[in-house]
């Protein structure tokens, strides 16, 4: 019954890899994020997507690439990871652009060795 | 960046009510305050918001003053499972604008 699932949890990877979180909401919202929380524990907006098209983007490097198959679905492919790429990635939903309440998953820990 | 200003961390005692203060001192008229808490190891989770008037849920009460310039967020009877990290947002209410987390505080509260 989990409203907002995101996987895999944890995810280890080396410097240089090419990989994949994904998110999905049974909430019935129209819109998805996705944000960072780096190790200072700052947690920041990187997309947006609503009803599959990209509404905001937080000038994150072009090796991040949100796909949204359809308003259910937003998935984070991130390209030749590096260091600093490591951080937990929360999933996020809201119905509409400017929704006072967001849902968020549980988050996705990334560690690039 | 985020507008608010709050401390860094505070305790309370089980049972007792935790009063968690927020600064807002640029708030425009059309911006609400809003109040997420994360539990670790979890994702953030809405609390409550408000405008001008004082406003209360299941989970809390938002306390706001006259001025709008600060705010308090009540939690009537603290448990320990309400040990997070709560953060206070100021945002125009249905604009495109987005949510923006600052440090927030880190609420204890002890047995």
């Known amino acids: 019954d989990t409203a907002v699932s995101q996987t895999p949890k944890y995810l280890v990877t080396q410097m240089g890899n090419d990989k994949s979180i994904k998110c999905e909401q049974n909430?019935?919202?129209?819109?998805m994020y996705w944000y960072k929380q780096d190790s200072k524990k700052f947690l920041k907006i990187m997309f947006s997507?609503?009803?599959?098209?990209?509404?905001i983007n937080e000038t994150v490097p072009n090796r991040f690439s949100p796909k949204s198959p359809d308003k259910a679905h937003l998935n984070l492919h991130i390209n030749s990871l590096e260091l600093g790429d490591s951080a937990v990635y929360f999933c996020?939903?809201?119905?509409?652009?400017?929704?006072?309440?967001?849902?968020f998953g549980a988050g996705s820990r990334l560690t690039v060795l | 960046d985020a507008k608010t200003t709050q401390p860094t961390s505070m305790d309370c005692a089980e049972g007792r009510a935790a009063n968690l203060p927020c600064n807002h001192s640029t708030i425009s008229g059309n911006e609400y305050v809003y109040w997420y808490r994360q539990i670790h190891s979890q994702g953030p989770q809405y609390i409550i918001h408000g405008l001008k008037n004082n406003e209360t849920n299941e989970m809390a009460s938002l306390i706001i003053t006259e001025d709008r310039k600060s705010s308090t967020l009540i939690l009537p009877h603290a448990t320990l499972r309400d040990t997070a990290v709560y953060y206070c947002?100021?945002?125009?209410?249905?604009?495109?604008?987005?949510?923006?987390f600052g440090k927030g505080t880190k609420l204890t509260v002890n047995p």
């Open positions: 947002i100021v945002r125009v209410g249905g604009g495109s604008e987005k949510l923006v």
């Open positions: 909430l019935g919202h129209d819109t």
């Open positions: 996020a939903s809201s119905q509409g652009v400017g929704a006072n309440v967001l849902t």
């Open positions: 997507y609503n009803n599959k098209e990209l509404i």
